[in-house]
């Protein structure tokens, strides 16, 4: 009989090759090591020797090598968890020792890139099934990782338009299995409502923090001083990590820019109406902010 | 002697005359029926019988008066919690019976507007000292206010350039006895910090709801579903009370239009250099964002 809390339900994958053990590749293996039903054996590879070690020393893996291809031999289940920017590199040193029927995954922030770097590359019979769980903090690096991250939270799949349904389902499931809501949809609508959802806010928080820094040296000790109302909020996503977002941006380039001259003209909108003052339109901006906010608080989404 | 939790020291004010009694209004009226250190009588007036009735019914004013012009008379303290916008027609309405000697302040989110308003109708011998707490809550109206809103909270005092000493300094104790922590600065100064720290900010959330409620009927409902990772803070701030913020950037246009201007630009080069694919640009900004971000940590202001 298993001890408590360990799964009798058959695991998703046999051998499950994580690539990147950062804050999601750590808390995927933290959660098979919890509850093990998402791997039967899982293999952990990562870039540095330090993360290699601190990856021994946390002992949420099975199994660590150095070498990715020697990692993803004969697992049936692969997945990058590495920064987006980085899918195209790894995956030449690693296609050629992708096992036969595999599954290839990602947690990627991005989905179109995912499928324009990792596809071409992909064997004969490996299947892949692109994936982003919507769960992150603002911390990285193989410490940071714990087994309940993607719990109540979503997960958007990416299917290809020909891909594999057995697939895709065994994907569906182990995101499941890692407590998320599993949502499908095309790349290119993900790489859209991550834009405005998720990368503008990043790309606003950055920018406002440097103008901030850039004001005169009196006013940017006072900006400190008085962050509390509204900046502060803005600082708090601001703190993200440096590769990843390097990476998202350059990798939903279209879908970002679009957005960010959506909002651009908004606001040159609003400023205009200040400057001109023009009560109606900046009430009514302000009310559907308000707006907005209620139909979150109503979904439970706030 | 005075009942437990009651103040033996004399408090600032004999008669305090509040105008308005929405959250900020009413914290003051709260903290003073806590401490009784603030005045030794606290007159309320609003603009509505039902805020007025509500006053009546929550017991935190001394007297409730329906006529400011009535409220104000014979009081050695007036505060204006009123939106900036309203300032200047209940000044033409209560100058003529402010009280020879009495101190005149205000809790505005803008502190130039408020003097260009008030200043030219004070009757000789009225002391103004502006002054802004800086605390509020997303929630308006007699109902929101608590004692302890100010607690912790800066406050910031713009005294006029050849303001009466003892009057600020009166000011000041009173903030203290809010619980605040009280700062000086000019009234230009208070207001482009403000615009970066506080307006701005607003004002892009606004800006952002306004433009997701723009997409598409389709995108549109994925960004509500999927709203968690950034634009959800942004939400949050944008569901302020609708004549608070239009009255704040009608008043403070042109700090607010000059932190625009500056943080638009950055924002265009910021989607230039996704564009162009320029990374270091796109890693110096992220890592600003995150030097920002751990200033405000060390100052615990995060
Ligand atoms: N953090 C979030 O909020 C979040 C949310 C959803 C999805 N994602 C996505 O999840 C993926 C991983 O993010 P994370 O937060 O787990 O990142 P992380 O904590 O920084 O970990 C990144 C991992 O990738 C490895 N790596 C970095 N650059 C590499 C390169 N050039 N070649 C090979 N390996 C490299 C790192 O190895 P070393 O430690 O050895 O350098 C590390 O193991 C990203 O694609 C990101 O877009 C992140
Ligand atoms: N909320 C914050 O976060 C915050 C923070 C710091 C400073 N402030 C400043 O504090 C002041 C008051 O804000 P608040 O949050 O307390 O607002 P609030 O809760 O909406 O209350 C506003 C009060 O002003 C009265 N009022 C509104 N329009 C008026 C008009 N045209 N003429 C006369 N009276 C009018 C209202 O009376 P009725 O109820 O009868 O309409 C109500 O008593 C504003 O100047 C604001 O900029 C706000």
């Given at each position: 009989m298993p001890p408590a809390g360990?799964?009798?339900?058959?695991p998703v994958f046999q051998r499950l090759c994580l690539i990147g053990a950062?804050?999601?590749g750590s808390s995927i293996a933290r959660r098979n090591r919890e509850r093990g039903d998402l791997a039967g054996e899982v293999v952990v590879t990562a870039r540095s020797a330090a993360t290699l070690a601190r990856v021994r020393e946390l002992g949420f893996a099975d199994r660590v090598e150095e070498d990715a291809a020697e990692a993803v031999k004969d697992a049936d289940g692969v997945i990058f968890c590495v920064p987006v920017?980085?899918?195209a590199g790894v995956m030449r040193h690693i296609a050629p020792h992708l096992a036969p029927g595999a599954i290839l995954s990602d947690v990627g922030s991005t989905k179109g890139s995912v499928i324009r770097d990792l596809l071409p590359l992909c064997p004969p019979g490996v299947r892949l099934v692109p994936a982003h769980p919507m769960a992150g903090t603002e911390h990285s690096g193989p410490d940071a990782g714990f087994p309940t991250l993607f719990e109540g939270r979503y997960c958007i799949v990416t299917p290809l338009p020909n891909g594999d349904p057995q697939a895709v389902e065994k994907v569906r499931e182990f995101w499941r299995?890692?407590?998320s809501a599993v949502e499908s949809m095309d790349a290119a609508t993900h790489d859209k409502v991550v834009a405005i959802v998720s990368h503008?806010?990043?790309?606003i928080a950055f920018t406002i923090c440097g103008t901030a820094d850039d004001l005169s040296e009196e006013t940017r000790e006072s900006v400190l001083k008085f962050a509390a109302s509204g900046f502060r909020d803005f600082t708090r996503i601001a703190s993200s990590d440096v590769a990843m977002w390097r990476d998202v941006f350059l990798n939903n380039r279209e879908a970002v820019l679009e957005m960010l001259a959506r909002f651009t003209e908004d606001a040159h909108a609003f400023g205009r109406a200040i400057r001109w003052g023009q009560e109606e339109?900046?009430?009514d901006r302000i009310?559907?902010?308000r707006?907005?906010?209620r139909s979150l608080i109503e979904r439970k989404q706030a």
């Open positions: 360990v799964a009798v339900t058959t950062g804050l999601i920017g980085a899918y299995r890692c407590g503008l806010p990043h790309l339109f900046i009430v009310q559907r902010g707006k907005i906010r």
